[in-house]
C-alpha cells in the first residue's frame, strides 16, 4: 500500500488535534507537519512536496483560497470549513470534496477514500484552479487584501493602500506604497471585486484609485490624462472619462 504524505493546515489547534484522531486509524497515512497559517503552509507544500493536504478555508492571515493562489504544484487537498456558502458552491460546482465543521469520523473517512483515488489519478490539480476562478467570480464581496507571491517572500497588500493597477499580459502591476507588485490576476476580476466608490478602470489598461487623482488634464480632443499625487500620468479612455465623472460626479 502507497504510503500518502500529508500536510495538516489549520489555525486551530482542536481541529488539527481532530484530523491527526481521524487519520490514527488509517495506517497509509503520514503527517509530515501540521501548519497553523496559510504562510507556514505554503512553505510546507513547497519543501515537503505532499500528496495531500488537509487545509482550511476560514484562516485570518491568508485564507485557503489565498493560499493555494500562492502555490505552483497544488497537492490533492481534502477542504475544511465551517458555514461559507459562497465556499460550498464553488466545491460543489467542481465536483470538489470538502469537510464541513462539525464532521464525523465516518465524513472524514469518506473524504479521505476519494481523495486517495484523486492522489493515483492525479488529476485533482486543473480542478483546484477552476475552483479558485469559480469562487472569485460567484463571490459578491469586495475585495479587502491581495496575497502576492514574489520568489519565497509573501506580501499581503492592502486595497486601501493601492495606488494603482496597470495590465501587464497574463499578469496585472499593483503600485502601492513606491513599490510594484505582480500578481497573475485579471484587469476584468479587479474591476469587478474593488470597491467601486474607491477604484476606476479609466483606460482598458488602467485602474486607478480615486483619491490618488490630483487632477485631470485634457490631452487632445476628447482625450484626457490623470496625474496622480504620486506624478504617475495615466491615459483615460473616453468610456474610463464618463465612469470617472459618476463617481466623482462632475
Do not use: W
Not at 470538502?98 to 469520523?105: G, R
Not at 465516518?106 to 483515488?117: M, Q
Not at 469559480?134 to 459578491?140: I, N, V
Not at 479609466?202 to 490618488?212: D, N
Request: aromatic residues 8%.
Amino acid at each position: 500500500m502507497k504510503t500518502l504524505k500529508t500536510i495538516i493546515i489549520d489555525d486551530e489547534p482542536l481541529a488539527r488535534e481532530l484530523i491527526t484522531a481521524f487519520l490514527e486509524p488509517h495506517g497509509d497515512i503520514e503527517v509530515l507537519q501540521q501548519c497553523e497559517n496559510g504562510f507556514e503552509g505554503i512553505k510546507a507544500i513547497t519543501t515537503l512536496c505532499p500528496d495531500l493536504i488537509f487545509l482550511d478555508v476560514q484562516m485570518p492571515k491568508l485564507d485557503g483560497f489565498e493560499m493555494l493562489e500562492l502555490v505552483e504544484e497544488v497537492p490533492v487537498v481534502i477542504f475544511s470549513t465551517a458555514y461559507d456558502n459562497y465556499a460550498l458552491k464553488a466545491f460543489e460546482n467542481n465536483a470538489i470534496d470538502y469537510l464541513l465543521k462539525p464532521y464525523a469520523q465516518s465524513r472524514f473517512d469518506e473524504a479521505l477514500d476519494k481523495a486517495r483515488r484523486k492522489v493515483i489519478e492525479g488529476q485533482q490539480g486543473p480542478y483546484i484552479h477552476q475552483l479558485i476562478a469559480d469562487r472569485q467570480k460567484s463571490t459578491g464581496q469586495a475585495l479587502g487584501r491581495i496575497a502576492v507571491k514574489s520568489g519565497s517572500k509573501i506580501d499581503i497588500i492592502a486595497v486601501d493602500t493601492i495606488e494603482r493597477i496597470e495590465a501587464q499580459d497574463d499578469y496585472v502591476a499593483i503600485y502601492t506604497g513606491g513599490k510594484k507588485y505582480l500578481k497573475q490576476m485579471t484587469m476584468k476580476y479587479l474591476e469587478t471585486h474593488l470597491p467601486k466608490q474607491d477604484f476606476v478602470r479609466v483606460h482598458r489598461s488602467h485602474i486607478v484609485a480615486v483619491e490618488q487623482i490630483a487632477r485631470l488634464e485634457l490631452y487632445s480632443k476628447e482625450s484626457y490624462l490623470a496625474l496622480l499625487k504620486n506624478g504617475a500620468k495615466i491615459s483615460i479612455s473616453r468610456a474610463g472619462h464618463a465612469a470617472l465623472k459618476r463617481v466623482l460626479e462632475l
